[in-house]
């Protein structure tokens, strides 16, 4: 069992930074990381995933502007987002993946881009 726990949301303005901050319980070094939103009335999406070896895929209203990091030491990742736009605004997960029995889930951080 991996405990995740997010943070760092908030409110920011259109053009704003926030950085959220994925803590997990246990050792993540072997799992695929992955961060996802889902915004009200709309199904959850990809936002980025890091695979252990260093692979990182966005989802394409993100790339260039999110970029996902992991500190193994620190058993975290971070999604650092810049250029916000209100269209990003939603409840941020994240998820660690290693088959369908490890397979974990914090609770959500809300991000919310408006003036």
């Known amino acids: 069992q991996v405990q995740l726990v997010e943070s760092g949301g908030g409110l920011v303005q259109p053009g704003g930074s926030l950085r959220l901050s994925c803590a997990a319980s246990?050792?993540?070094?072997?799992?695929?990381m992955g961060w996802y939103r889902q915004a009200p009335g709309k199904q959850r999406e990809l936002v980025a995933r890091?695979?252990?070896?260093?692979?990182?895929n966005y989802g394409d209203s993100v790339k260039g502007r999110f970029t996902m990091s992991r500190d193994n030491a620190k058993n975290t990742v971070y999604l650092q987002m810049n250029s916000l736009k209100p269209e990003d605004t939603a409840v941020y997960y994240c998820n660690a993946f290693l088959g369908t029995l490890y397979d974990f889930w914090g609770q959500g951080t809300q991000v919310t881009v408006s003036s």
């Open positions: 246990r050792s993540i070094s072997v799992y695929l």
């Open positions: 890091l695979a252990s070896g260093g692979t990182t």
